[in-house]
């Protein structure tokens, strides 16, 4: 009817009309977005495709479009301003508003979010640390301040055994005392699942994991004396990346006390790394073999701040049309590569005297 020579596209004055006669009809929140992507089509024509996109909750080039007309004004009270909401529906809401930026991606994550899946990445991830720390290698369930049998296990990184691929990942599982695995656990929980609520597992794992081998790798390169166990390095690029995105679209975050937070957070970051490094310095409790490193902090703050901020900068469009995310993961697979020949060469070449395997 709007389209008789079957091209594809009708006029913006149309779609508009269609928009004033229909919109009761629609959710209030994808009305907005319509509206957005009229306003912002300077080719005065809407292509049927895009409208089909938008209406069915697929991220698309005209959505892109749309949420990037910098100085719209919504038309409608905020998702914060909305009144008789359930318990789940203020919990999806509070994190909307703690992760995204922008009020018109929080409607669109708001009206789309069905907790399906659920974020069972970081709690499982969760869930294994504790349990194998506790169970496994101190096979009793009383958390102790520190105990030297974690070292005593095939998951933790050592210098000795670095050729077992495996232990570069695995690590993150083994904790040296109840502090150390406590405040992993806590910034694991408060950051990671409200993030992968949002952006996803695939996304959310990507930078965890990547954190965590740039960690291990990182520690084999500049502490080669070193062994590693804890999940620092995941937790601190998926921190990481989460701060840099808050302050980046600082005036665009409405999480409530977000100064506060952000300070508690840097704190809890600050003591921890404080405490590995003293650690690492300390007298070993346990010699020949020295404190774990506190390298991992830093691989995985690095990895936060470059693959993770792009990863969490837009919700949900693709990495694939970024040219900085190309030319950070670039980066990283350099670094990897030059890490693996390191471990391979360096530790010959030098003549380290490495502490016994455990």
Known sequence: ?????????????????????????????????????????????????????????KRSNSFRQAILQGNRRLCSKALLEETGLSLSQRLIRHVAYETLPREIDRKWYYDSYTCCPPPWFMITITIVAFFLYNGVVLDRFVLQVSHPLYL??????????????????TYIFMHAGIEHLGLNVVLQLLVGVPLEMVHGAARISFVYVAGVVAGSLAVSVADMRAPVVGSSGGVYALVSAHLANIVMNWSGMKCQFKLLRMAVALICMSFEFGRAVWLRFHPSAYPPCPHPS?????????????????ILRNYEQRLQDQTLWWIFLSIYVIFVLFAIFWNIFAYSLLDLKLPPPP
């Open 152 to 169: 005593k296990n095939a998951l933790l990184y050592h210098p000795q055994l670095r050729a077992q691929a495996w232990r570069y990942l």
């Open 1 to 57: 009817q709007f389209d008789p020579d079957n091209t594809g596209y009708i006029s913006t004055e149309k779609f508009r009309s269609l928009l004033q006669r229909h919109g009761s009809e629609l959710d209030p929140h994808k009305l907005e977005v319509l509206l957005a992507l009229a306003d912002s089509n300077s080719e005065g024509r809407i292509c049927y495709q895009d409208f089909v996109n938008l209406m069915s909750n």
């Open 294 to 310: 506190f390298m991992a902090h830093l691989g995985g703050v690095m990895v936060g701040i470059t693959l993770g901020v792009i």
